[in-house]
């Protein structure tokens, strides 16, 4: 199912953002995206392009695979 797969994509932006001390606002300004973007993906309910997550890895000074891979190394879909 589309949602099981956003989870670890959702988690881990959470988990990035606020280990960063950033807000959402903060992230979508540096990240070129709008807040409900954030909002969104945090909420579970977009699934996010390719190049939105390339920003937001950029923006959170992380490589992308921290975003969409999970724990045991297995990629998370994103959509294309």
């Not at 909002?39 to 939105?52: A, F, G, S, T």
């Amino acid at each position: 199912a589309l949602m099981d797969d956003l989870k670890p994509l959702r988690l881990k932006l959470e988990y990035w953002r606020t280990r960063r001390a950033m807000s959402m606002k903060a992230l979508a300004e540096k990240a070129n995206v709008s807040s409900t973007t954030i909002l969104k993906i945090e909420n579970h309910r977009y699934m996010p392009r390719p190049d939105v997550v390339n920003r937001l890895a950029l923006a959170l000074d992380i490589g992308v695979d921290e975003l969409v891979v999970d724990d045991n190394e297995h990629p998370i879909l994103i959509a294309s």
